[in-house]
């Protein structure tokens, strides 16, 4: 690897820093911490890395929560050349068996509770064991509190990795996407040219930081752009409407935009002072844009990305913010749709798969070579997973995950067009359509359907509503209406845990 140009996220992150007294991150408890601060602890923190062994191309994984000393250790990490995995706090230390075990991490940074747990499933791989607790303290900052602040940015090649994300696949094992400090870099780059970041700007961060979304969308976005964010622990959203009032931009999932929308707050006056409201991770519901729309003056700017790529298409910072769509390829990145069982690009407005090419595309799955050669074609496009179309203005529209396709009686039926029928009707807050087991058409399209509450939304009436609009084949055989839908931690629906819960319903 070419080391002569310093390619090393950090370094591109901070190397000419003019301003090393200007705020970076402040706290919800009222800590502010400069540019040079963050610099001084990162190195701080890269020298106790070091001495406890770990080596360029190392990996240090992290299961804390979040705290500006857990984003002290992504960036001492990559700093160190070694390259970070962040862990869902939510897995167990079943699921965390297999990440340590597969990652074979040198050092493991965890909550204080967890350590015993997690010290016996490290000791499998050799690894060292350090801790940070809910308020960034423990062992990991007790030494690094005695450490030198001087470190040697470590030289990486733009292709060297400095991060591995584990997918949350729904089926078979997580696979570890790894992301080089280029595919960081430029990523982060292209989205502040892309939505008109700059240092005046600062950003509510309530995201977690163990995600694609809060690590490296929001905290490098914001480093790179010499900008200042609020860091949140979490999503509060009376706290984050008062905050409005000095921030200018805030990245969501779709999660925050409702529940912000409940709170009477809210309104044209205290979003005044805010530019930006962008969401992803998950759908949102074109409902969900409109209201807010109306409530605030805002167009909620989605965009679309994941783990494997980081970001790539987004509705313009100006122009129309189509509700449903995540807009168009970022500059750099190439988007296309193409039929999934014969690779053949499709035309305009045709369902099929999409597939990314771009500086943004990871280089593989962590020590998965064959799972790697089958996700990319020839010509290196990223086979994404997502059904998706692009209108004829060039919007890019996501339908649903590949697996979540409903095949009932031959037919390809794709969920996003039965739920937005649903979604559209009075008194559905949102819906899910799946596919189960079923005797006559192998699959059987299913409805789940959540009501707002004391609305008269029935099966009955659901299906009554639905009839004549849509095909036969594409109507559900049951609607089910419940409180709420499963959500993993990024708020995405959870479509697998439905179709295990509904998966007997017509085969008993």
């Not at 805002?298 to 509700?323: I, K």
């Not at 596919?435 to 789940?448: C, L, Q, S």
């Amino acid at each position: 690897m070419n080391h002569a140009t310093n390619a090393n996220l950090f370094a591109r992150l901070f190397d000419g820093l003019d301003d090393p007294n200007r705020l970076a991150i402040e706290t919800h408890d009222g800590q502010r911490i400069s540019y040079g601060d963050l610099i001084a602890r990162a190195g701080q923190m890269a020298n106790v890395l070091v001495s406890r062994g770990v080596k360029p191309g190392d990996r240090v994984a992290a299961q804390t929560e979040k705290s500006v000393s857990g984003l002290v250790l992504y960036l001492a990490t990559v700093r160190a050349g070694g390259v970070y995995l962040p862990l869902n706090t939510a897995y167990t230390l079943n699921e965390l068996d297999y990440f340590i075990g597969d990652a074979e991490p040198t050092v493991v940074v965890c909550d204080p509770a967890k350590a015993e747990g997690i010290g016996v499933l490290a000791a499998k791989v050799g690894a060292k064991v350090e801790t940070l607790d809910t308020s960034g303290k423990g062992s990991l900052t007790d030494a690094a509190d005695k450490a030198n602040s001087a470190f040697t940015t470590v030289p990486r090649g733009a292709d060297d990795l400095a991060a591995i994300l584990y997918t949350s696949g729904t089926t078979g094992r997580s696979k570890g996407a790894m992301l080089s400090h280029d595919n960081l870099a430029s990523n982060s780059l292209t989205l502040i040219d892309y939505w008109r970041f700059t240092k005046d700007d600062v950003l509510i961060h309530a995201l977690p930081i163990y995600h694609t979304h809060g690590l490296f969308v929001a905290s490098n976005v914001t480093l790179f752009a010499r900008a200042s964010m609020i860091f949140l622990p979490k999503l509060d959203a009376d706290l984050i409407i008062t905050l409005m009032a000095r921030a200018t931009v805030l990245m969501g999932v779709p999660t925050f935009y409702t529940r912000l929308l409940q709170n009477p707050r809210l309104d044209k006056e205290t979003t005044s002072h805010m530019r930006l409201f962008i969401s992803g991770s998950a759908p949102l519901l074109a409902d969900t844009h409109r209201e807010w729309f109306a409530r605030t003056g805002h167009a909620v700017l989605e965009r679309y990305g994941m783990t494997e790529t980081n970001m790539n298409t987004s509705n313009p910072y100006e122009g129309e913010r189509v509700p449903g769509a995540v807009g168009f390829p970022l500059p750099g990145v190439s988007v296309r749709v193409t039929d999934p069982e014969t690779a053949k690009e499709l035309a305009r407005d045709e369902i099929g798969m999409i597939e990314v090419k771009g500086p943004n595309v990871f280089k593989g799955y962590w020590r998965m070579p064959e799972k790697t050669r089958s996700e990319f074609r020839d010509d290196g496009f990223f086979i994404t997973g997502d059904l998706g179309k692009i209108d004829a203005k060039g919007y890019v529209h996501i339908v649903g995950r590949g697996k979540d396709l409903v095949i009932s009686g031959g037919f390809n039926v794709y969920p996003k067009e039965i739920e937005s029928e649903i979604d559209a009707m009075p008194g559905v807050v949102e819906s899910a359509v799946i596919g189960v087991p079923h005797a006559d058409f192998g699959e059987g399209v299913t409805a789940v359907v959540v009501r707002h509450p004391g609305a008269d939304v029935t099966e009955a009436g659901v299906l009554k509503n639905l009839d004549g609009r849509l095909a036969k084949f594409k109507m559900p055989k049951r609607v089910f209406v419940v409180d709420e839908l499963p959500r993993n931690a990024m708020s995405k629906v959870q479509k697998n845990v439905l179709r295990d819960q509904y998966k007997d319903i017509y085969t008993k």
